[in-house]
């Protein structure tokens, strides 16, 4: 069964103090992995989409990597406004819905 | 401005009543999805849609029904069948030619509270 699984559950960071959150999965067929932040009671909004081993996206002091069997999310410099639930989630071969991680929410303090 | 509605926000439910979640686009989007969010858990999918007249059950779809009768909307009901349907519900659509980009547009949520 495709399985993905992030981690820490929870991360707090003082402001410009860098860190990476993990993402890591086992399926059948990689087809993409799509990272996502989501701000309390909010839906989920779209960052970036990763498709191979070795692929790397930014936005800001965001950056997403992947490689075979895990995803990582670098943020450098971090900023309370980047406060929330980051959510990683992957889609395969099989089917075009996509199977998501619980999460990190992750804290900045100033 | 182009987006997905979803009313109410909040929604309290007796046990044993039915209620209906409402999802809207204007983003001409055909493929629409419903998910649950629980704290601690992934978002799961319970429906989706990918044309006008059609639907497929996702991973927890007992307990829910769906419509898709028009391309903008994509109720969500909650029966009486759902034994636990306290959480978290969004909408999400993605565009023509985007399935495979992850990329979701998702409506700010409905919050269910079974009383």
């Known amino acids: 069964e495709d399985q993905v699984t992030q981690s820490p559950e929870a991360l707090r960071l003082q402001e410009g103090e860098s860190s990476s959150l993990n993402c890591s999965y086992t399926?059948?067929?990689?087809?993409?992995l799509f990272w996502y932040r989501q701000d309390p009671g909010k839906g989920p909004e779209f960052l970036f989409t990763l498709y191979s081993a070795g692929e790397e996206k930014e936005k800001e002091r965001l950056k997403a990597t992947l490689t075979k069997k895990e995803s990582f999310l670098h943020i450098t410099a971090p900023k309370p406004e980047d406060s929330a639930t980051y959510l990683c989630?992957?889609?395969?071969?099989?089917?075009?819905?996509?199977?998501f991680g619980a999460g990190t929410r992750l804290t900045v303090k100033p | 401005d182009g987006g997905i509605t979803q009313s109410p926000k909040y929604l309290f439910r007796k046990e044993g009543q039915n209620v209906t979640l409402s999802c809207e686009q204007n983003l001409n989007h055909d493929a629409m999805y419903w998910y649950r969010q629980d704290p601690g858990q992934g978002l799961r999918l319970i429906y989706y849609s990918q044309i006008v007249n059609d639907f497929q059950k996702g991973d927890i779809a007992e307990g829910y029904s769906v419509s898709r009768e028009k391309k903008e909307s994509f109720p969500l009901t909650v029966t009486s069948a759902q034994k636990n349907p306290t959480a978290f519900y969004l909408c999400a659509s993605i565009g023509p030619g985007r399935m495979y980009t992850g990329e979701l547009f998702f409506g700010e949520g409905s919050r269910l509270t079974v009383l």
């Open positions: 399926v059948s067929g990689l087809r993409g």
């Open positions: 989630a992957v889609q395969t071969y099989n089917n075009n819905d996509m199977r």
